[in-house]
């Protein structure tokens, strides 16, 4: 079936500086892609999504790119800080079906 | 307020007795899915639906039942419940019914079967 592969499972870096979160899915259909947080104990919260027909969206601090050729988009977080420690989910909406597949979730560790 | 509302929050119980875990929203979305979460596996969807009376079987629906009957209300049923449907479940919902919007949360509910 359709999946959505998400790396690194763990990412650990320093206060101040970038994390980058990679997804690769394989439904060359989809045609739209949330990234959500979930931070310890809470429920996963949307913050930031792209559709199809564009290829990079920005919020601040945050920005998700989008390669429909290689079929992969991928999360960006410039000048971290100690509240983005959370784990993070992509996932990918399956034009066909209009059922979203996730991946696996990428813990993100800010060190201070 | 705007919100997605599932009970119980925590529930403990044993092997083959039936039970029900509720999810309403009150936004008048259309999508709505609901999710098992288990550690290292990430969010596994069991069961969506995209309007009224139209439900469809997400990646692991084993062991479960939905029904939408009215807009607001998605709940999920274990008709007999074994350890391995031991979880943290969540409820959502979507204004689209095709899903293309942004997904809409529960607080979640644990469920442990002895």
């Known amino acids: 079936g359709e999946n959505v592969e998400q790396h690194p499972s763990t990412l650990s870096v320093q206060e101040g500086d970038s994390a980058v979160i990679k997804c690769t899915y394989s439904?060359?259909?989809?045609?739209?892609f949330p990234w959500y947080k979930q931070e310890l104990g809470k429920r996963p919260q949307l913050i930031i999504d792209?559709?199809?027909n564009v290829g990079e969206k920005k919020d601040q601090r945050i920005a998700v790119t989008l390669n429909k050729t290689a079929k992969h988009f991928s999360l960006h977080i410039t000048e971290t800080q100690p509240e983005d420690s959370a784990v993070y989910f992509c996932a990918a909406l399956m034009d066909s079906n209009y059922q979203l597949i996730w991946g696996a979730g990428t813990k993100l560790i800010i060190k201070p | 307020e705007a919100q997605v509302t599932q009970n119980p929050r925590y529930l403990i119980t044993v092997t083959g007795k039936k039970l029900t875990v509720t999810c309403s929203q009150n936004m008048n979305h259309e999508y709505m899915s609901w999710y098992r979460q288990d550690p290292g596996l990430g969010l596994r969807q069991i069961y969506y639906?995209?309007?009224?009376?139209?439900?469809d079987k997400g990646d692991v629906p084993e062991g479960y039942k939905v029904s939408r009957k009215e807009k607001r209300n998605f709940p999920l049923i274990l008709e007999s419940p074994s350890p391995n449907q031991t979880s943290l479940y969540f409820c959502?919902?979507?204004?689209?019914?095709?899903?293309?919007?942004?997904?809409?949360f529960g607080d979640g509910t644990r469920l442990s079967i002895l």
């Open positions: 792209i559709r199809s």
């Open positions: 439904d060359s259909a989809s045609n739209y």
């Open positions: 959502a919902s979507s204004l689209s019914g095709m899903g293309s919007q942004p997904q809409h």
């Open positions: 639906s995209m309007n009224v009376e139209v439900t």
